[in-house]
């Protein structure tokens, strides 16, 4: 199989799974307080904060341990079992009573977490060096748009079937993508299946002592606790914002997420060509103040839908940091290490989603939704300054 063909295989199997992990999430705290009985606001930020935070804890946990499956017993293996796991545990997510079984079943869910890690390892190793930060650029456009796709689709059907018929609905998308994934991708990509076999402690003390690698899974950990932790509080701000009006919220914050998923879809897909006029981490620096700026910008907007706008210019600024530091990730160790590379700083960055919105629910329920604006945009700030004060170290140059 040509390897442009698994890169576009795996990306839309991406954006599949991307539509059933993040449309489940987007409709969370509505669900808590019309389905689930949490009727005080400052506790339903708590509990959305928790659920969505817990399942990303969980994938950190589990992402080393799919990769290391994943070289055992082949990427699409592991792919499959992750996609089954997440398939049954959406599906019970449909029969949940209370706010605690549900967090057990996001619980569940994040022990299926490696997908990305797995599924884009086997897209960095079918990709020839000199293209990688393109099919960098699919494999984050790819991500995004289940972002984009997941909120609107999920948004859409809570408000005119009902906030349990998403789970079913998301359950048989899961099912389809393990279907594409056992008839359409290979087995194991040509340079993991060679790769020498050693242990997890091996993997870990080799890649911790690469600078690059600590910076950008330091740098991915600031990114995503900023990115994911303005979510749980979005519905619940925008339905403040409406005065507690609570009809079609979910639609407006699906339509929302969608316009900044396709901002950041477009610049994933133009920033191998940046790349071409300035180097990865002026990209990366300026990148990450404008959206810094950005966050500020969207608390003080008046409505919902200059709110909107700005998060659209938001999702831009975005769309260009992941894929270069991506790239520069992949650059930093031999091909046959990817795999495990990118499982062991999934696992590390994806704390920044556990972190991020924990963080935004507490900071909400004591000190108001405006102060997580605020505390993302510090985020971005940090990241920023982390990549200036280091910049020395990242030796790929665009």
């Known amino acids: 199989m040509h390897w442009k063909k698994i890169v576009y295989t795996m990306a839309a199997i991406q ?5 059933t992990i993040i449309g489940v999430v987007s409709f969370i705290p509505l669900f808590l307080t019309s389905e689930l009985g949490v009727t005080d606001p400052g506790e339903a930020a708590f509990w959305a904060g928790l659920i969505s935070g817990v ?3 969980f994938v950190a946990l589990a992402a080393p ?12 293996f592991a792919l499959s079992m992750i996609l089954l796991i997440l398939s049954i545990s959406i599906a019970a997510m449909y029969f949940v009573k209370t706010p605690m079984e549900l967090l057990v079943l996001r619980m569940v869910q994040g022990m299926s977490g490696g997908f990305v890690a797995v599924g884009m390892s086997m897209v960095m190793n079918v990709t020839p060096k000199e293209k990688l930060t393109w099919s960098m650029g699919v494999f984050q456009a790819a991500m995004v748009m289940g972002v984009m796709f997941g909120p609107l689709a999920g948004g859409i059907i809570a408000d005119f079937l009902g906030y349990r018929m998403p789970f079913a609905v998301f359950s048989v998308l899961a099912l ?6 056992m008839m359409e991708l290979p087995k194991q990509t040509a340079v993991t299946a060679g790769a020498k076999r050693e242990s997890f402690l091996t993997h870990l003390k080799s890649f911790m002592k690469n600078p ?26 925008i339905k403040d914002m409406m005065g507690g009006e609570a009809m079609a919220v979910a639609s407006i914050v699906g339509i929302i997420i969608f316009v900044a998923g396709g901002t950041s879809v477009t610049a994933s897909l133009q920033v191998s060509r940046l790349t071409q006029w300035w180097s990865m981490t002026t990209i990366l620096i300026g990148a990450s103040l404008v959206t810094a700026c950005n966050f500020i910008l969207q608390y003080l907007m008046p409505t919902v839908w200059t709110l909107g706008l700005m998060r659209g210019l938001t999702g831009f600024s975005l769309g260009l940091i992941m894929p270069l530091a991506n790239t520069i990730l992949a650059s930093s160790v031999a091909p046959e290490k990817r795999t495990m590379v990118v499982g062991f700083s999934t696992s590390f960055s994806l704390m920044g989603n556990v972190a991020g919105p924990i963080a935004s629910g507490a900071i909400a329920m004591h000190f108001g939704y405006g102060m997580v604006f605020w505390s993302t945009a510090l985020c971005f700030v940090l990241a920023a300054g982390v990549i200036y004060h280091e910049r020395e170290k990242l030796l790929v140059d665009g």
Request: contains cysteine; aromatic residues 8%.
């Open 15 to 19: 954006v599949g799974t991307g539509i």
């Open 55 to 57: 399942t990303p804890f």
């Open 65 to 76: 341990v799919w990769s290391m499956e994943a070289d055992k017993k082949g990427q699409r």
């Open 176 to 181: 389809l993508c393990l279907a594409a994934t």
């Open 212 to 237: 690059v690698i600590r910076l950008m899974v330091l740098l991915q950990f600031l990114c995503n606790c900023g990115m994911t932790g303005i979510g749980p509080i979005l519905p619940l701000y």
